[in-house]
Structures are given as C-alpha cells and as structure tokens.
C-alpha cells in the first residue's frame, strides 16, 4: 500500500502504465505521472508537500482570481 503522511485520502488509485495502454498512449512521455480528480498534476517526481498542498480542497472563489 501507498501511505502520504498527514492527509486522509479517500481514494487512491496507482495504475501501472504498460506499452499498449490507453494511459501510455497518452502519458508515455510523462511516466511517471500524477492525476488528480482525472487532470494532470506532476510529472516525473513531485515532493510531498508539494502533493499534499495540490490535495488541499481550495475554495470554489479566490480574491486574485
């Protein structure tokens, strides 16, 4: 199992990316890479509270737009 200290995760999917999938069509380029909520995060590598601020919920409005 994939553990990232101090977040609760709901869901947490890790595909593995294969010649032929429809992800390595895709992402070949980019693997490793991380999708969050299906829309392209991080590739290659990312720190982990660089993760855990990407999973932060944001408010649906934001002053500086």
């Known amino acids: 199992p994939i553990r990232i ?4 995760l709901d869901h947490l ?4 990316i294969r010649e ?3 992800y390595w069509d895709r992402y070949w380029s980019r693997i ?3 999708l969050i909520d ?3 995060a991080f590739e290659h ?3 982990r509270d660089a993760l ?7 408010p649906w ?3 500086w737009g």
């Open 13 to 16: 999917e890790v595909i593995q």
């Open 52 to 58: 855990i601020r990407k999973l932060r919920p944001r």
């Open 5 to 8: 200290p101090f977040t609760d």
């Open 38 to 40: 299906g829309k392209e």
């Open 61 to 63: 409005w934001t002053f």
């Open 20 to 22: 032929g999938d429809a």
């Open 32 to 34: 490793p890479v991380i």
């Open 45 to 47: 590598r990312t720190s």
